[in-house]
């Protein structure tokens, strides 16, 4: 759901954004700006482990 709203910039800033995605893209680009800044990924660690072979394993008469 979108919702129309008037924001003020500076025109440095408008005419950055206006370069960088065009001028009917400015709003969009805005949105993705926001977005990013107010909905932070959560890290995960999901991934992070080094990956291992199978002469790493051990049979369980090992152990005793």
């Known amino acids: 759901m979108y919702v129309r709203t008037a924001i003020e910039l500076r025109d440095e ?3 950055a954004l206006k370069k960088e995605a ?3 893209g400015v709003s969009e680009k805005i949105n993705e700006i ?3 800044a ?3 990924k959560e890290k ?3 991934g992070t482990m080094e990956k291992t072979d ?3 394993l051990r049979d369980h008469e090992d152990r005793i």
Do not use: V
């Open 13 to 15: 800033i408008y005419q």
């Open 22 to 24: 065009g001028e009917k």
């Open 34 to 36: 926001l977005y990013n």
């Open 38 to 40: 107010l909905f932070k």
């Open 44 to 46: 995960s660690l999901f």
């Open 54 to 56: 199978i002469s790493d």
